[in-house]
């Protein structure tokens, strides 16, 4: 789906973001100034390199797909972003890094069927601002979007989502291959079969079969978070409960903000 909706778009991240607290959720998606302008994190430049690496390598045809291709593909995506601008404070510490980012790569080649791997949909590099973006709606006034890492056709016919994980922490995410599932299913109006957290870090799978009574529960429980969410651009009626004890002060510091008063720090 493409085109303007004049309804809310809602995506796993904004859910997570209002649901840990109403205010960060107003500087990061209403207010013009701070709106999703964090500097760059290491971890975020090693995830992205490793999504791309393996992206460009499930675009090949199963006859080009070979370890070191893949293992060429995390060094060629490296040169497109690397040191200070990328996060990285020392060269110690981006080495650390591409070394884990590796080791994550061979985890894959290593326990992933690659050679059959057959992706219905990976996200495009090139697709406006944000790589890969899909949405579709649900109602009148809402749609569920995302960015989707990988949707294969399983051998036994079924559509498959699959979302890769580089961090630390194998925790479930509650909302996003849901959500996913939703939109995936009105998109290629086939229903979504099973959905996989690939958590590469650990080496750890974690496979759920969709039934259409998720979908449905997946609906009613953004549906009703949303409905939370104040319909207002005023940062008063976005409430943060904890003060100055407000654990999300490090986003507004780092961009030149005090966390209590919201003015810029001269």
């Known amino acids: 789906m493409s085109g303007y909706f004049a309804g809310f778009i809602a995506t796993p991240t904004k859910v997570r973001s209002f649901l840990e607290c109403s205010r960060k959720y107003w500087y990061s ?5 701070t709106r ?4 760059e994190k290491s971890y975020f430049t090693l995830g992205h390199h490793v999504h791309d690496a393996l992206r460009d390598f499930l675009t090949l045809s199963p006859e080009e797909r070979r370890p070191p291709v893949l293992f060429k593909l995390l060094e060629d995506r490296w040169l497109t972003k690397s040191g200070p601008e990328a996060g990285f404070t020392t060269p110690e510490e981006e080495a650390t890094a591409k070394n884990k ?16 791997i057959k992706p219905v949909l990976l996200p495009n590099a090139s697709d406006g601002k944000i790589p890969g973006f899909v949405w579709d709606p649900i109602g009148k006034n809402l749609a569920f979007g995302g960015v989707i890492d990988r949707m294969d056709r399983d051998l036994d016919g079924g559509l498959h989502i699959i979302d890769y994980k580089t961090g630390k922490h194998d925790v479930i995410d509650e909302w996003q291959l849901p ?4 939109l995936m299913g009105r998109r290629m109006n086939e229903p979504i079969a099973k959905t996989s957290y690939l958590f590469l870090h650990h080496g750890k799978r974690h496979t759920e079969e969709i039934t259409i009574e998720k979908n449905v529960e997946t609906i009613k429980r953004v549906e009703e978070v949303v409905s939370r969410i104040p319909n207002s651009k005023n940062k008063e009626d976005f409430v943060c409960l904890l003060g100055d004890r407000c654990r999300h002060c490090d986003y507004l510091l780092e961009l030149g903000f005090d966390p209590i008063t919201g003015k810029r720090i001269e």
């Open 29 to 33: 998606y209403i207010n013009p100034e």
């Open 36 to 39: 999703q302008k964090q500097p």
């Open 101 to 116: 980012a590796l080791l994550m790569l061979k985890w894959f080649v290593e326990n992933e069927d690659w050679k059959d």
């Open 179 to 182: 959500i996913y599932a939703v």
